[in-house]
């Protein structure tokens, strides 16, 4: 009877310990989708993909600015079960807005050109595309006045005479 009873125990421990042990096991895929969750919360991670192999997680993608790479690794190291993180995140700063520039560009535009009439001008990002013919005296006053608006280049596609 003693024998009976403490087979049974011990029976009855290795059964708890056993279900113990397989609720602690977690798949890769739930990690997965757990530290995704987390990402996708934070729109400034929106470029950002995780993938967890063997509890070690994977950034991939890019942000715009190094503390967001850092936020992501930080926020994916948080999820319980995860081992470690692999941050191979790029850092791709946006393009800038030349919006108001080409508007500035574009007001003063007609004036630097008003004495040069066989000349013509596009703007686009901060760039002034000229075309059209001019005389080679003319040439260095023209350069002068739109120098003087701050462009990022000027092309110079002109047909010097």
């Given at each position: 009877?003693?024998?009976?009873?403490?087979?049974?125990?011990?029976?009855?421990?290795?059964?708890?310990?056993?279900?113990?042990?397989?609720?602690?096991?977690?798949?890769d895929a739930d990690l997965q989708t757990?530290?995704q969750e987390l990402l996708v919360a934070?729109?400034?991670?929106?470029?950002?993909?995780?993938?967890?192999?063997?509890?070690?997680?994977?950034?991939?993608?890019?942000?715009?600015?190094?503390?967001?790479?850092?936020?992501?690794?930080?926020?994916?190291?948080?999820?319980?079960?995860?081992?470690?993180?692999?941050?191979?995140?790029?850092?791709?700063?946006?393009?800038?807005?030349?919006?108001?520039?080409?508007?500035?560009?574009?007001?003063?535009?007609?004036?630097?050109?008003?004495?040069?009439?066989?000349?013509?001008?596009?703007?686009?990002?901060?760039?002034?595309?000229?075309?059209?013919?001019?005389?080679?005296?003319?040439?260095?006053?023209?350069?002068?006045?739109?120098?003087?608006?701050?462009?990022?280049?000027?092309?110079?596609?002109?047909?010097?005479?």
């Amino acid at each position: 009877m003693k024998t009976l009873r403490a087979l049974s125990m011990v029976a009855l421990i290795l059964a708890l310990g056993m279900g113990a042990t397989s609720c602690k096991q977690v798949n890769d895929a739930d990690l997965q989708t757990a530290a995704q969750e987390l990402l996708v919360a934070n729109p400034d991670m929106a470029g950002v993909t995780v993938t967890v192999a063997d509890k070690v997680a994977t950034l991939t993608g890019t942000v715009a600015v190094d503390s967001v790479k850092a936020l992501a690794e930080t926020t994916v190291a948080g999820v319980k079960n995860i081992k470690s993180v692999v941050n191979e995140l790029e850092v791709v700063p946006p393009a800038p807005d030349y919006t108001e520039l080409d508007a500035t560009i574009n007001a003063a535009l007609a004036d630097a050109l008003k004495d040069h009439s066989k000349v013509t001008a596009e703007v686009k990002d901060g760039v002034i595309t000229l075309s059209g013919n001019i005389a080679e005296k003319e040439l260095p006053t023209l350069m002068q006045k739109l120098n003087a608006l701050n462009p990022v280049q000027i092309v110079n596609n002109l047909t010097v005479k």
